[in-house]
């Protein structure tokens, strides 16, 4: 099957354009430079085009894409064409200006320094313009000067996001492979047992071999020479089927050695996606949440408990396709005990924490959110719901820890108000405010205590290595090369 990657773009930055998608910013430009050209004032246009002046400010300000049909009207109404209003550069020095300005302004690294915006017009100066603009070029340039290695992994990770975003983290051409392999071995209802997996592989044309010294950097190694799979019985915490089901998932989207670390995360993203599509299959889970949105008994540990997975695994299969075959948008989130996000996603507006990339990872979720405050629960048994009230709306989330390698983490979905009816949990009493990106939401202290406390504390900051070092060189970040060519030869009949 031919994988997302060979079809799919790389999604731009957020505050720039797709290649297909209208540049409302630079057509706002274009129309309000085209209708001073024409004399026309915006009360005279629209008498014109029979749409009133707010909504055309909305739009030569890059706030409203119009419809193409209206398009049309402007266009004439200026004397000028609809290419002209959506193609070519912009019409003179100082619409250039505004338009890197208004991206600038939307862009995340303006938005994390938490400054007001400059409205744009006609009345700021063009001395102002080119002052704004410069500042904001040699701000971009200097933090990517000090951006140490780590930063291409943040990048990558805010590119995929943004993709995943687009599709509402669904991809068709993934599922349609998942499911016919799952035809071609006779898999048809029920959990993909161990030995049905097995059977996948010997339908593929891979042996397994099971041994003991597998390369400590690795959880499988795959001979393409001689059509092997080598696994440990050690499975080191993860399940055995999902671990093999990413080996298979390489081979059958034709992935190749990756180029840098960004297509090493889309592949990662891309096999874990096709093994959680094997062993939750579309048909059987989409069948599963529609009989319990029906009831208004969603829930998470519903979907692990039939199919036999993990929470996380059961949590991320969710994300995959409750906007396609609910209409539900969502957002997951894996947080460390420390307060540090691991893993995100988001297709429901939820605000996030960013960095001036738009990166969330490595950033702290604000305590007063439910990803937080499970920690704190002494049931940990059931799953624990709250409603959290935030700047962009009141979400619903249900959540539950785990224990992993690297220490405790929580593992969250929530969605919007609106669709909280649809789940078991939404009766919880359980409510919460967070003011973030507020700093006095939660990152401050509060008075009473930096009044006692400020300047008489110091404490000893537990530096974990990986803040500090490069990134793992090498086409896979983190595996030897060298261990995993000796491992194969000493294995080789």
């Not at 943004?162 to 492979?177: F, S």
């Not at 979907?303 to 996380?312: C, T």
């Not at 990872?361 to 624990?384: L, M």
């Not at 406390?453 to 086409?475: F, I, K, S, V």
Request: proline share 5%; net charge negative.
């Amino acid at each position: 099957m031919t994988p997302p990657d060979r079809t799919r773009k790389a999604p731009p930055a957020r505050d720039q354009p797709e290649d297909d998608a209208v540049d409302v910013i630079a057509l706002g430009r274009r129309l309000r430079h085209a209708r001073k050209e024409a004399g026309l004032t915006l009360d005279r246009l629209s008498e014109a085009v029979g749409v009133v002046p707010s909504q055309l400010s909305l739009i030569e300000n890059g706030r409203r894409e119009p419809k193409l049909s209206l398009l049309k009207q402007l266009a004439s109404a200026v004397g000028t064409s609809v290419d002209d209003l959506l193609g070519g550069g912009p019409p003179s020095r100082r619409a250039a200006l505004e338009i890197e300005l208004e991206r600038a302004q939307r862009g995340p690294l303006y938005q994390s320094l938490g400054l007001p915006t400059v409205r744009v017009s006609s009345r700021l100066g063009i001395d102002v313009l080119e002052s704004l603009v410069g500042l904001q070029r040699e701000l971009a340039r200097r933090l990517e000067e000090q951006a140490a290695t780590p930063e291409e992994a943040r990048r990558a990770n805010t590119e995929l996001r943004a993709e995943m975003r687009a599709c509402n983290n669904y991809y068709p051409e993934l599922e349609r492979g998942a499911q016919e392999l799952l035809d071609a071995v006779g898999h048809s209802d029920g959990p993909l047992s161990q030995h049905v997996t097995a059977d996948l592989a010997d339908h593929l044309g891979f042996s397994l071999r099971f041994v003991n010294d597998l390369p400590h950097s690795t959880r499988s190694v795959t001979d393409l020479k001689n059509k092997r799979i080598y696994l440990t019985q050690d499975d080191r915490g993860h399940d055995q089927r999902s671990v093999l089901l990413q080996a298979l998932g390489n081979y059958v989207l034709g992935h190749r050695t990756p180029a840098d670390y960004s297509e090493f995360l889309r592949q990662r993203v891309y096999t874990n996606y096709f093994a959680a599509a094997l062993l939750m299959p579309e048909r059987q889970t989409v069948a599963l949440l529609q009989r319990a949105r029906a009831q208004k008994e969603l829930a998470i540990e519903d979907l692990r408990d039939a199919f036999a997975v993990s929470y996380e695994s059961a949590a991320h299969r969710f994300t995959n396709l409750a906007t396609e075959h609910l209409g539900i948008t969502t957002h997951f989130q894996k947080v460390h005990e420390s307060g540090i996000v691991h893993k995100a996603y988001e297709n429901d507006g939820v605000n996030f924490p960013a960095d001036h990339t738009g990166a969330i990872e490595g950033q702290a979720i604000c305590r007063y959110w439910t990803s937080r405050v499970v920690f704190d629960v002494p049931d940990k048994f059931r799953a624990f719901n709250q409603y959290t009230d935030t700047v962009n709306g009141t979400f619903w989330c249900t959540a539950r820890t785990e224990r992993h390698s690297a220490g405790l983490f929580s593992l969250s979905v929530g969605v919007p108000f609106e669709h909280a009816k649809w789940f078991r949990g939404r009766d919880t009493t359980e409510r919460s405010k967070s003011r973030c990106p507020d700093e006095t939401c939660c990152r401050r202290p509060p008075e009473t205590l930096a009044a006692a406390w400020e300047g008489h504390a110091w404490p000893a900051t537990r530096a974990n290595e990986h803040l500090l070092a490069a990134m793992p060189p090498g086409a896979f970040p983190g595996v030897d090369d060298t261990e995993v060519y000796r491992f194969l030869e000493s294995h080789t009949d």
